[in-house]
């Protein structure tokens, strides 16, 4: 089974930073590229970032493109999302998903969602 653990979520005030991770447990990062969706309130859930660890992709949705960095460490099977100049439409459930892609459909597996709350 595919196991995945977001956290890193919170309340921040427009302008400001937060560091999401994503643990995964049962596969390694040969085996899946590794995504970031959100889920605002009202709203479909939607891809941001993916990375793949076996060609260097790297991929960003329009709205998060220079704001948002993602990566991974191997060694501790994580990866992380930098989110910097954060604004208030960034506020969302923030998904971390196995075996996106750059058409942006939802992956097959998923954890569990880390709230992210950005204050005007």
């Known amino acids: 089974d595919v196991q995945l653990q977001a956290s890193g979520g919170g309340l921040v005030q427009a302008g400001g930073s937060l560091r999401l991770s994503c643990a995964a447990s049962?596969?390694?990062?040969?085996?899946?590229?590794i995504g970031w969706f959100r889920q605002a309130p009202g709203k479909e859930r939607e891809g941001i970032s993916c990375?793949?660890?076996?060609?260097?992709?790297?991929d960003y949705a329009d709205s998060v493109e220079g704001r948002f960095t993602i990566s991974s460490d191997n060694a501790k099977n994580t990866v992380y999302l930098q989110m910097n100049s954060l604004k208030p439409e960034d506020t969302a459930v923030y998904y971390c998903?196995?075996?996106?892609?750059?058409?942006?459909?939802?992956?097959?597996?998923w954890g569990q969602g880390t709230q992210v709350t950005v204050s005007s």
């Open positions: 990375i793949s660890d076996t060609d260097g992709y790297t």
């Open positions: 998903a196995a075996d996106c892609d750059s058409s942006w459909r939802l992956p097959d597996y």
């Open positions: 049962r596969f390694t990062f040969d085996d899946y590229a």
